[in-house]
């Protein structure tokens, strides 16, 4: 099996613009998260869809967004960059959303803005 | 809310000996699992070892194993035998085990160095 998928790898982007970064499961994963990483503040927990609704967020502000489709890749936005959102974007499926499982992490986006 | 430490930033161990990682929780929660990721310098986060906390047995895998003592909330990673492949930074994590959920509660890290 293919493992987690996600691009851009790099992405260089300017203050105040917009970004989508894409990520695509396991086959046969439902469930998708996304952490953020950063030297600061370590990984910190994005948001979490499973069959297309969001079911967990962590404590971001509304500029971070995101959305499952039904073959289960998603995407997050994030609108009116600021420097400090420069890290490492990883995802991670699951098996069964349902359940707390191990997960499987993608290789990460790392966005930097200018 | 749940709470990750990993109070030791880097370690050090010469390839062949043997390594113990620390961390400790803190939750109120009494059915959970926790996790050891590795994290090499390539950056992909890879499942080292899973402990759910009903189970007393400490869980092994290969070289890998727990020391989880669930009243001290202590949860530490040992490693046999170090390779110089096992260099790389190493999270703990802890995931509630209570319904439809699967945010995973990092600690900050600890970068292992294994000396040749």
């Known amino acids: 099996k293919a493992g987690v998928t996600q691009t851009p790898r790099y992405l260089i982007k300017t203050r105040g613009q917009q970004v989508t970064l894409s990520c695509s499961p396991i086959s046969g994963h439902r469930s998708v998260s996304w952490y953020q990483q950063t030297p600061g503040q370590g990984l910190q927990f994005l948001f979490e869809y499973f069959s297309e609704t969001q079911r967990n967020k962590g404590n971001f502000p509304g500029r971070f967004s995101g959305r499952q489709f039904s073959n289960s890749r998603s995407e997050m936005n994030v609108s009116t960059l600021e420097l400090g959102d420069s890290a490492l974007y990883l995802c991670?499926?699951?098996?069964?959303?349902?359940?707390?499982?191990?997960?499987?992490f993608g290789p990460g986006t790392r966005l930097t803005v200018t | 809310a749940q709470t990750v430490t990993q109070s030791q930033p880097e370690m050090s161990v010469q390839e062949a000996e043997t390594v113990t990682l620390s961390c400790t929780y803190d939750t109120s929660e009494n059915n959970y699992y926790l996790f050891w990721y590795k994290q090499p310098p390539s950056r992909q986060m890879i499942l080292v070892i899973r402990?759910?906390?009903?189970?007393?047995q400490n869980a092994t895998e290969n070289r890998f194993s727990v020391n989880f003592q669930k009243a001290a909330k202590s949860f530490s990673l040992k490693i046999s035998d170090s390779q110089l492949g096992d260099t790389a930074m190493y999270f703990c994590a802890f995931m509630m085990a209570t319904g439809a959920n699967s945010k995973l509660t990092f600690g900050k890290g600890i970068t292992l160095s294994v000396r040749p």
């Open positions: 991670a499926s699951s098996v069964l959303g349902g359940v707390a499982y191990e997960q499987y």
């Open positions: 402990q759910e906390a009903y189970k007393q």
